[in-house]
């Protein structure tokens, strides 16, 4: 590593190759110990720490590292439960817009037409 050019740009090169590898290796579990995590970053514990604390802090892995037991405890439950409410609120608003849209052209048909008409009642007979 005699190039200053590349010795520049390693250490952040690096950081993102282990960034990306650990979202990877995470992504299918709820519980990891930081040591198996190091193992196979070929770092020490501190760095997987140090790239987790990033990691959740930017919002791209929703957990919290258990300092006491050396472990990463992912949010998968309450990650799908945010998604689950995102999507109702997301139907919830687009049915206020239906509702909005067809109460509002009701109003304006109401005018001239006697169906639309409230005092309008239709007769029953046969």
């Known amino acids: 590593m005699s ?5 520049a740009y390693i250490g952040e090169l690096l ?5 990306q590898y650990l979202i990877d290796l995470i992504k299918p579990y709820t519980r990891l110990e930081l040591s198996f ?4 970053l070929n770092v020490e514990i501190e760095e997987v720490e140090e790239l987790l604390i990033g990691l959740i802090l930017e919002g791209k892995v929703e957990g919290r590292i258990d300092q006491v037991g050396m472990r990463l ?4 439950k309450q990650s799908l439960e945010k998604k689950r ?11 206020e817009a239906v509702h909005g849209a067809v ?12 169906i639309m008409s409230e005092s ?3 007769s029953r007979e046969h």
């Open 3 to 7: 190039d200053p050019f590349i010795r």
């Open 15 to 19: 950081r993102s190759l282990r960034t």
């Open 37 to 40: 995590l190091g193992k196979q």
């Open 73 to 76: 405890e992912l949010d998968r």
């Open 85 to 95: 409410y995102a999507a109702l609120n997301k139907w919830t608003e687009a049915l």
């Open 103 to 114: 109460v509002s052209k009701t109003s304006t048909t109401r005018g001239g037409d006697p």
């Open 120 to 122: 309008y009642i239709p």
